[in-house]
């Protein structure tokens, strides 16, 4: 059995580039390096999470109001898929978000928005977060008791929405008027 010699000067051009790395890498210990790895590989896990729920939920919505809720979510430690459902850090627990309902409901009723939920301005994503945090207090007569998971969800859903309203709040009052 014969060998070729493109893979045997790749995988050395490979180990090559290995050593370089890790030469420039020891003046750092291995918990810099492992620590600094994990950072940029979670930034850019984060980044991608991001955009795609924002692209689900707000095709049309400007930057800086998918900057507003990305900010949003950074400081209360928010996790939302792309479906509504929110996810508690440790990942244990779910539920359903208010969001997702309300994509739900738009879908059965065959509108053709479903994906566009917080409009094309500041006032369109004011009006949706409004109407989610008014239907986190105000839940449907008859519905489920909560256990107390459900409800600490529940309490972490609606501050990421009091946050990202005072976000959006502040950036309209920054547009000037015309």
């Not at 208010?98 to 738009?106: E, K, L, N, Y």
């Not at 509108?111 to 006032?123: A, H, I, K, M």
């Not at 239907?135 to 309490?155: F, K, N, Y």
């Amino acid at each position: 059995m014969q060998i070729s010699n493109n893979y045997s000067a790749s995988y050395m051009a490979s180990v090559n580039k290995g050593r370089q790395n890790i030469a420039d890498n020891e003046k750092r210990s291995f918990s810099d390096v492992a620590v600094m790895k994990t950072k940029e590989a979670d930034n850019r896990e984060v980044q991608k999470k991001s955009s795609a729920i924002l692209d689900s939920i707000g095709s049309r919505t400007p930057e800086e109001v998918k900057q507003a809720w990305m900010e949003a979510e950074e400081e209360t430690d928010a996790f939302f898929t792309v479906y509504g459902l929110y996810i508690s850090k440790d990942g244990k627990h779910a539920h359903m978000t208010q969001m997702g309902i309300d994509r739900f409901v738009r879908w059965y009723r065959g509108e053709f928005n479903q994906d566009d939920l917080l409009g094309n301005s500041v006032e369109s994503a004011i009006k949706a977060v409004n109407k989610w945090i008014y239907d986190v207090a105000h839940p449907l007569a008859g519905s489920p008791a909560r256990s107390r998971e459900d409800q600490q969800l529940i309490m972490k859903e609606r501050e990421f929405y009091e946050v990202f309203l005072d976000k959006l709040l502040r950036l309209s009052k920054k547009i000037p008027e015309t």
